[in-house]
C-alpha cells in the first residue's frame, strides 16, 4: 500500500468542506451519522435524473437504462460486500429493511423460538427483534460491559441455545467505535443453526466486509454512512432468501432480489451508491497500485473486472482507515490529558473504529457540541440512537456523549482544532 495517504485529493473531492462557519473552515466529524458527498455521486444522481429518470422494464431507451443501472447498483453493493449480486436488496434505509426482515422471519418462528440481541447495538438492530416479543417470541440481551463497552462474549454463547432462530449483533459501536467480534458469534449462532444478522451500518465506513468471511446470513448497511445516498441495502444469503417468505404483493417478482424489495426503488439513489463504491475503489487505485492488495473476488457470475474492483474497495477502505486511526488515537490521547474529560470506547489495543466519544465534567454533552459547532466543528451529542448503552453508562438522563467520528476526508489539524477546543471549555471551569 502507498505508504502517504493523499488528504489533499481527497478533501478536493466534497463540495461541502469549502464551507466556513463564522470565518473557520467547517469540520465535519460527524460520520457516524452520515459523511459528506464527493462530487462524483452527486453528478451520478443528477445525471440520472436528468439524462434518464423512467421507471423500469419499459419499452423506450431510458426504461432501458434504468433496468441496467438498477442491475449494475446490485453488482456495485455485492463488490462491497463480497457476495453475488442477486443477494443485494435495496430499501428505504436499515432500519426499514431490518423491520421487514424481522416480520419475515417471524412468519415461520413460533412462540417460545429465542432471539439473542446486544446491549450494545443501536436501536434499528433491537427494536425490529423486540418487536416480535407480543407475537411470542422470547428476546434476550447479551450484555454490555460498561467499564470497556464491549460485549460479554461468554454470557452471549450462554444465552444461545437449541431454541435460539436469530442471533443480530452490530459489526462496530457508532456510539463509542467499538468493533465486535462478529465471526465469534456467527460461530456460536451456528451451533445451533440460528440465522445471523449483522448490522454493519457504523463498520462500512472503516473496513473492508466480507460477508463469505464472517460467514453471516444477513448484513445490512446504509449508503448515506458511506459517501452515498440516502439508501439501506440488505445483503442475504442465497439460499436464506429463496427459503424465506417475504412480505410481497402479488405483484413482486418472485425471483431473487426483487422478492425483497418492496415498490418503485429509489433509482438516483441507486445511481449515487454506484458512485459512492467506485468513489472506494478509486481510493484503492490511488493508494495500492494498480493491482490493489489482494483481496477475495465477489466470484460466482460477478467476473473479472468486478473482481478487481472487490480489491479496490478493500484496499480503499484500508488506507482510509489507515489514515484515520492514528487520528483517532491522537483524539483519545488529547481529550484524556484534559481535566474533566472521560472518554469512553474500548480498551486501548481493542479492534475500533475512528469514533471517539467523550463527556466534560460539569457540562451536557448539547452544551460542549454547542459551542464546538458555533466554532465550525460539527459533533453529535447524545445517544445516538444506542440507547441501551448510553443508559448502562448512566448517561441518558445527562444529555448522553459527545461523539467525534473521523472520516477519510479529516485531517490531523481538525483534530487538534476539537482537542484545544474541548481544553478551553474545560478551563472556563476548571
Ligand atoms: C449502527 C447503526 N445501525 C443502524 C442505523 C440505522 O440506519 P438507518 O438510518 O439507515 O435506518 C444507524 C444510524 O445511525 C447506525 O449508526
Known sequence: MADRFDLVYVRKQFPALRRTVSGRPAAYLDSPGGTQTPQCVLDAITRYLVDTNANVH???????????????????????LGCSAPEVAFGANMTTLTLLLAQTIMRDLRPGDEIVITELDHEANRGPWLHLAERGVVVREAPVDPATCTLDYDALEALIGERTKVVAVGYASNAVGTVNDVARVVRAAKQVDALTVVDAVHWALHGPIDVRALDCDFLLCSMYKVFG???GVMYGRR?????????????????LPFRFETGTLNHEGMAGTIAAIEF??????????AEGEAGRGAGGEAGRATDARRRHIVTGMRAADAHEQPLAA??????SEIRGVTVYGPPAGSPRTSTVSFTLDRFTAPEVARTLGERGLFVWDGHFFALRLVDK????ERGGLVRV?????NSAEEVERVIAAVGEIAKAIH
Open 239 to 255: 439460499r436464506v432468501l429463496e427459503r424465506l417468505r417475504p412480505l410481497k404483493l402479488v405483484t413482486q417478482e418472485d425471483e
Open 58 to 80: 419499459g419499452q423506450f431507451v431510458t426504461s432501458e437504462e434504468s433496468d441496467r443501472l438498477l442491475d449494475q447498483a446490485h453488482a456495485a453493493v455485492a463488490d462491497l
Open 330 to 335: 491522537r483524539l483519545i490521547e488529547g481529550l
Open 280 to 289: 472506494i475503489a478509486d481510493l484503492g487505485r490511488r493508494h495500492g497500485g
Open 393 to 396: 453508562l448512566g448517561l441518558l
Open 405 to 409: 467520528g473521523l472520516a477519510p476526508y
Open 229 to 231: 445516498p440516502h439508501v
